[in-house]
């Protein structure tokens, strides 16, 4: 018996330190959530038609999305747990295969996520996911990697994980004990229990290194290279175009309410609304 007990102390001594890992979840929940946002997909008229998540991984607003969270928008805010809301300018690139997107918001000394170590998360990895299911901003759920895996009919390795996503979730950050991304959600089967996949951090790794927000980036990115942003005016509870030109002028631009009604394009009767983005001159 003290043999076969001296045996079990060795085998657990030689367990990776990582498998017994647990996050604490009160302090990781804290330490990320201000790098976390909720995304808002505007159409032309600046109507939101669907939500995401993304979340920062640099201080000046370089943000990690789903691709399939932002094909088809015109217009994306990102609102931070503050209530801070910063459009999106511009996307950065984006890698079709691996379902993800590099956005930018304009911004300085943000909080933000850091990435794990490329294959860090191996089945048994206990992990933290943090997003805005169905709008509802924070929501954290826990888990482990179940697996990763590559599903049939598909040719991308995902983690295959239990921590709960729905909709709206897409482009969270999956976090090991650390706080560190681990992986980006992509999506669920709606068919099964508790079956939900995410993208493995080394592939935005991968994107990173590849977009590096200069040079061409080889095929398998699409990058989207536009100019300088043109300015914009993010409208608050309250705000009329007559206000606005107001407010615009304090700032040393001129621009009438008729003209910011011609420039986007706003019928005489138009009403705006908070989070609506408009083209200034």
């Known amino acids: 018996m003290i043999l076969r007990l001296g045996w079990l102390g ?3 001594a030689s367990l ?3 498998a017994s890992e647990t996050p604490d979840l009160r302090a990781l929940a804290k330490q990320a959530r201000p790098a976390v946002y909720l995304l808002a997909l505007q159409d032309e008229d600046g109507e939101v038609k669907g939500s995401g998540t993304g979340f920062l991984v640099s201080p000046d607003g370089l943000l990690v999305t789903n ?6 928008a015109k217009h994306i805010l990102a609102k931070a747990e503050n209530g801070g809301l910063f459009p999106v ?10 379902d993800l997107a590099l956005l930018q918001v304009e911004g300085k ?3 933000y996520l850091s990435l794990a170590p490329p294959n860090s998360a191996e089945a048994g990895t206990r992990i933290a996911v943090i997003g805005s299911p169905l709008g509802l901003e924070g929501t954290l759920t826990e888990g482990i990697v179940s697996a990763r895996r590559k599903l049939p009919g598909e040719t991308r390795e995902v983690l295959q994980i239990s921590a709960a996503i729905s909709q709206g979730s897409s482009g969270s950050p999956v976090l090991d004990a650390q706080g560190r991304v681990v992986g980006v959600a992509s999506f669920l089967l709606a068919e099964g229990q508790s079956l939900h996949f995410a993208t493995p951090s080394e592939k935005l790794h991968a994107l990173l290194r590849r ?3 200069s040079g061409s980036p080889p095929s398998t990115v699409t990058s989207t290279p536009t100019p300088a942003p043109a300015r914009t005016y993010t409208v608050r509870s309250g705000d ?3 206000g606005i030109s107001r407010e615009l002028k304090t700032r040393g ?15 005489t009767n138009a009403v705006i609304r908070p989070g609506q983005i408009l083209k200034i001159p």
């Open 10 to 12: 060795l085998i657990l």
């Open 16 to 18: 990776p330190l990582g």
């Open 67 to 72: 691709h399939h969270v932002v094909t088809g």
């Open 89 to 98: 300018t511009r996307i950065i690139a984006s890698d079709p295969a691996n």
């Open 109 to 111: 000394d943000l909080p």
């Open 211 to 213: 977009s590096n927000r």
């Open 240 to 242: 009329t175009l007559t």
């Open 253 to 267: 631009i001129q621009a009438t309410p008729e003209q910011l009604r011609t420039l986007n394009q706003l019928p």
